[in-house]
């Protein structure tokens, strides 16, 4: 048995979701936030009055890795190879 109005009502429901997701995502893409026309200004310099640390950055970094690394080394998971 023919069905002669079922090809015209699935294109209906078809053109029906595909306005639903157009207008979804025309709605999606207005509500975007403008972009900051300024640029962020840099901080100013460190005063000549601050003290310079004692030891630098990098040697006491590099001293602390090697701490945690003996560290987890002598746990017993970490200690097997």
């Known amino acids: 048995m023919l069905q002669y109005g079922k090809p015209k009502l699935d294109r209906l429901?078809?053109?029906?979701?595909l306005m639903a997701c157009a207008m979804s995502l025309m709605g999606c893409g207005a509500?975007?936030?403008q972009s900051p026309t300024e640029s962020a200004t840099l901080p100013g310099r460190p005063s000549i009055s601050t003290p310079i640390p004692p030891v630098?950055?990098?040697?006491?970094?590099s001293e602390d890795i090697?701490?945690?690394?003996?560290?987890?080394k002598a746990?017993?998971?970490m200690s097997k190879p």
């Open 13 to 17: 429901k078809t053109s029906a979701m």
């Open 31 to 33: 509500s975007l936030p």
């Open 56 to 61: 630098s950055y990098s040697i006491s970094a």
């Open 66 to 72: 090697a701490r945690w690394r003996a560290q987890l």
């Open 75 to 77: 746990t017993p998971l």
